[in-house]
């Protein structure tokens, strides 16, 4: 073996070493810093985990889109949902008077809350668009209560990373990270262009994330729970999305 | 590096004398090892975007121009494809399975994969000089005759000449430019442009393009654009000899050929 050899035997041995251990170190501080999706294991994996890492870094204060209200959309698409259950039929044929919303997990005060009760909450609204993964999209005048709100109303623990959220529908769940549930325009949505909700669009209340794609913004929740670890939860993979084939993480 | 080895011996023979390669003359490469392994992997993703971005479209197959857009809105066109969604209305009777989980996903890994190759290219190409070595028109290929020249070779489909092996005419480095610095480019932009999460970092990414249904209607024609860059390519690459010009872009040798 020439020493030239040898050098190079060793310059490729330092490099690999360096390599292996600086991913290493970006695992940790990647997961310190909550930049780990639940669902990153698997063959799209990495892409999955550098595409929520580099867009939660770069939306950390940013806003999603507001519109001017003469571009809200003429006629708002109703998406397909249902058959509607019995369950929901029976509180549909109530005027949705009997519609709770369950706060429970890591709080300090577990809460149900009622949609009159929410709306004698501090109102918020935006004009922002409802974009869908399968590439058709509708601005509209959203009103709600601010998420973080009814988080501050039951205190949520120092170690809560994730809110879970459930559709009273069967296997339809969904949860987001807490710099996201605490973020000024997600909202428990009530009201659509100033009335209430339509049920075509998730009322009696749904989410609003805007940041992130239609499919985030459950229709229909009577469920929030705060979290530190999404393994807990169905799959383990975040929420029913995943199990489905499709991204936890929806900001694209 | 004076202290490393004795003093006689040349530190710098890569090759030990013996090695049969030693004797051969010495060929120099057609393309770069950067090249050839960026290629490869540009053709790799591009495929995968082409599979899971036409799977995506499926899902929608309408286009519009502005901001939002949907089936209760008018639309710019529609493919005269069927749909895998229900209440898109598209002529057919049946409606096609549900796919979009596993080509998203394949298409935003495939897209990262695309991104970080083309900035290796592009970093390495202006760092060595590829660019303006390699791809920009002499001054003397921009003549009218010049033109006139290689498009009637086009069109008469003559032979390419030897030297064609080692260089390219003036219309390939205009299209390679041109896919290259504003097709793929474009392409990036328009595609981002549809996160919602990007643009709130970034609004301008959509806004100067007229809105995401705009940007999602000219990421469309841009991927058209570029499936045709990539069949003239081939046909091109057949027409002058898929062998020689896959081997070069393989093994970046020209066979027994001389640099000329």
């Known amino acids: ?252 | 590096m004076p202290t490393l080895g004795s003093a006689q011996e040349p530190v710098e023979t890569s090759i030990p004398a013996s090695m049969p390669e030693a004797a051969a003359p010495a060929i120099s490469e057609r393309h770069s090892l950067l090249v050839r392994v960026t290629h490869w992997m540009t053709t790799l993703c591009f495929l995968a975007l082409l599979v899971s971005g036409s799977e995506i479209v499926l899902s929608h197959p309408r286009f519009y121009w502005g901001e939002s857009g949907n089936v209760l809105t008018e639309p710019l066109f529609k493919l005269p494809t069927p749909s895998s969604r229900r209440l898109v209305p598209t002529g057919y009777g049946y409606v096609l399975p549900d796919q979009n989980g596993w080509s998203r996903a394949l298409h935003f890994q495939s897209a990262w994969l695309l991104v970080l190759t083309g900035l290796l290219y592009v970093a390495s190409g202006l760092l060595r000089g590829h660019f303006g070595k390699n791809l920009l028109p002499k001054r003397s290929d921009l003549s009218q005759q010049s033109f006139a020249r290689v498009i009637a070779h086009h069109l008469h489909l003559t032979p390419a000449d030897e030297s064609d092996a080692w260089t390219y005419n003036v219309l390939q480095r205009l299209t390679y430019l041109f896919v290259i610095f504003v097709l793929f480019p474009l392409v990036i932009w328009t595609g981002m442009a549809m996160s919602p999460a990007f643009d709130s970092a970034i609004p301008a990414t959509v806004t100067l393009l007229g809105g995401r249904q705009s940007a999602r209607t000219i990421h469309f024609f841009v991927s058209l654009a570029l499936v045709l860059f990539m069949l003239s390519h081939i046909m091109l690459v057949w027409l002058a000899g898929f062998r020689e010009r896959m081997r070069a872009m393989i093994t970046g040798r020209v066979q027994g050929k001389e640099r000329l």
């Not at chain 1, 890492?53 to 519109?67: N, Q």
């Not at chain 1, 577990?110 to 004698?120: A, T």
């Not at chain 1, 009103?143 to 205190?155: C, E, K, Y």
């Open chain 1, 1 to 252: 073996m020439t020493q030239l050899s040898r050098r190079k035997l060793m310059v490729n041995g330092v490099t690999i070493a360096a390599g292996a251990s600086a991913l290493g170190v970006a695992a940790r501080l990647a997961q310190k810093y909550g930049l780990i999706a639940p669902d990153h294991g698997g063959l799209y994996g990495p892409g999955k985990t550098l595409t929520y890492a580099s867009l939660r870094l770069l939306t950390r204060h940013s806003l999603a889109r507001e519109f001017s209200k003469n571009k809200i959309s003429k006629r708002p698409f109703p998406n397909e949902v249902g058959p509607f259950s019995e369950e929901f039929k029976r509180h549909q044929s109530e005027g949705f008077a009997n519609w709770r919303l369950t706060v429970d997990g890591l709080v300090d005060k577990p809460s149900v809350f009622s949609v009159s009760q929410l709306k004698s909450y501090p109102s918020r609204s935006q004009v922002t668009e409802l974009v869908c993964e399968e590439g058709w999209s509708y601005i509209a005048e959203w009103n709600g209560v601010a998420l973080s709100h009814i988080l501050d109303l039951v205190g949520t623990h120092s170690q809560a990373k994730y809110l879970v959220y459930y559709s009273i529908e069967p296997d339809w769940w969904e949860s987001m990270d807490l710099a996201d549930a605490m973020h000024p325009q997600t909202f428990v949505t009530y009201g659509m262009n100033g009335d209430d909700l339509p049920v075509g669009n998730g009322g009696p209340i749904r989410i609003r994330l805007p940041r992130q794609l239609g499919y985030k913004s459950v229709k229909f929740i009577n469920r929030l729970t705060v979290t530190d670890d999404l393994k807990k939860f169905g799959k383990g993979l975040g929420s029913a999305s995943p199990e489905g084939g499709y991204a936890w993480y929806a900001g694209i």
